[in-house]
C-alpha cells in the first residue's frame, strides 16, 4: 500500500513564497512519477505540476504556474516538492500530492493517471 503525505500549506502574502513536500512510501520512490493537483473553493481540481520518473527529467506546468512554480524531487527521502514563487491570491487552493504508481504515457496532467492521492495541505494566499 503506498502512503501519500503532503506538508507545507499555510496562510501566505501576495507575492510571496512557500514549498510543499510530498513524502510517498510502498516501493522504491524512483519508480513513481509524481503530481501535484489543486482545487479551490467551489471549483474542479486541476493540474498544477508533474515530474517524471528516475531522475525527473521530465517536468510539467499548467500555464498559469509557469515561471512561478517549479517541481523537484529528492529520490533519497522519498520526497517530491513544489516550490511556489510569487503566489497570488488565485494560486489558494487544496493542494494534492499524486503518485503515478504504473507507467503511463507522458504528459501527466489527468487526474485518471494517477493511482494514489495524499490528504491534500491548504495554500492560502491573502492580497
Known amino acids: 500500500q503506498v502512503q501519500v503525505v503532503e506538508s507545507g500549506g499555510e496562510l501566505v502574502q501576495a507575492g510571496g513564497s512557500l514549498r510543499l513536500s510530498c513524502a510517498a512510501s510502498g516501493r522504491p520512490f524512483g519508480s513513481y512519477a509524481m503530481g501535484w493537483f489543486r482545487q479551490a473553493p467551489g471549483k474542479e481540481r486541476e493540474f498544477v505540476a508533474a515530474i517524471s520518473w528516475s531522475s525527473g527529467a521530465a517536468t510539467d506546468y499548467t500555464d498559469s504556474v509557469k515561471g512561478r512554480f517549479t517541481i523537484s524531487r529528492d529520490n533519497d527521502k522519498s520526497t517530491v516538492y513544489l516550490q511556489m514563487n510569487s503566489l497570488k491570491p488565485e494560486d489558494t487552493a487544496i493542494y494534492y500530492c499524486?503518485?503515478?504508481?504504473?507507467?503511463?504515457?507522458?504528459?501527466?496532467?489527468?487526474?485518471?493517471?494517477?493511482?494514489?492521492w495524499g490528504q491534500g495541505t491548504q495554500v492560502t494566499v491573502s492580497s
Open positions: 499524486a503518485v503515478v504508481g504504473t507507467r503511463s504515457p507522458w504528459p501527466l496532467n489527468e487526474d485518471y493517471k494517477y493511482d494514489y
